[in-house]
T-cell receptor, first 113, second 109 residues
Framework: EPEVTQTPSHQVTQMGQEVILRCVPI?????FYWYRQILGQKVEFLVS????????KSEIFDDQFSVERPDGSNFTLKIRSTKLEDSAMYFCASKLGLGDEQFFGPGTRLTVL | SQQGEEDPQALSIQEGENATMNCSYK?????LQWYRQNSGRGLVHLILIRSNEREKHSGRLRVTLDTSKKSSSLLITASRAADTASYFCATAGNNDMRFGAGTRLTVKP
């Protein structure tokens, strides 16, 4: 069964460093998303992406964040200068059509020291 | 925002009993989805109910949606210890999806 994959599973970085989190959505899906979940808290929407552009972004998704679909398969989230409070689980998700369910990847645990 | 809010925050039941979790939200939605998350793990999609549907079943799961009250419920029948997890409702707009804080379900063997 097709699934969303994410790499790495765990990323440790120093404050101020740039990180790139990678996702491979399900191959025929058209809508892509990033979410984050700070430990013990709820899942928060970051950004949605369709047709090679951002559809919507939350207040969390400030200028430190960017997304890219550099080729036909990868979908990346870049955090330019990480802060301690960026430590969280980051989930990628994709879906086929507008009204369909989103399928989530296993997440990348980001730890900022 | 249209994000869902679940209640109760925590629920503890015996194996074999039914578990009911509720979700309320604030604005109009395209659909509402329920997800399950085991501690520290990823999100597993359980069921999607569209805004024009009132009830949906999938195995031991039953979901209702009342758009006039902006609420949904998830019923798990004949619960098992393996159902122990956090359950989240998520409301989908056109371009985003917002999650509630979740209900932590513990099923005791």
């Amino acid at each position: 069964e097709p699934e969303v994959t994410q790499t790495p599973s765990h990323q440790v970085t120093q404050m101020g460093q740039e990180v790139i989190l990678r996702c491979v959505p399900i191959s025929n899906h058209l809508y892509f998303y990033w979410y984050r979940q700070i430990l013990g808290q709820k899942v928060e929407f970051l950004v949605s992406f369709y047709n090679n552009e951002i559809s919507e972004k939350s207040e969390i998704f400030d200028d430190q964040f960017s997304v890219e679909r550099p080729d036909g398969s990868n979908f990346t989230l870049k955090i330019r200068s990480t802060k301690l409070e960026d430590s969280a689980m980051y989930f990628c998700a994709s879906k086929l059509g507008l009204g369909d369910e989103q399928f989530f990847g296993p997440g990348t645990r980001l730890t900022v020291l | 925002s249209q994000q869902g809010e679940e209640d109760p925050q925590a629920l503890s039941i015996q194996e074999g009993e039914n578990a009911t979790m509720n979700c309320s939200y604030k604005t109009s939605i395209n659909n509402l989805q329920w997800y399950r998350q085991n501690s520290g793990r990823g999100l597993v999609h359980l069921i999607l109910i569209r805004s024009n549907e009132r009830e949906k079943h999938s195995g031991r799961l039953r979901v209702t949606l009342d758009t006039s009250k902006k609420s949904s419920s998830l019923l798990i029948t004949a619960s098992r210890a393996a159902d122990t997890a956090s359950y989240f409702c998520a409301t989908a707009g056109n371009n985003d999806m917002r999650f509630g804080a979740g209900t932590r379900l513990t099923v005791k063997p």
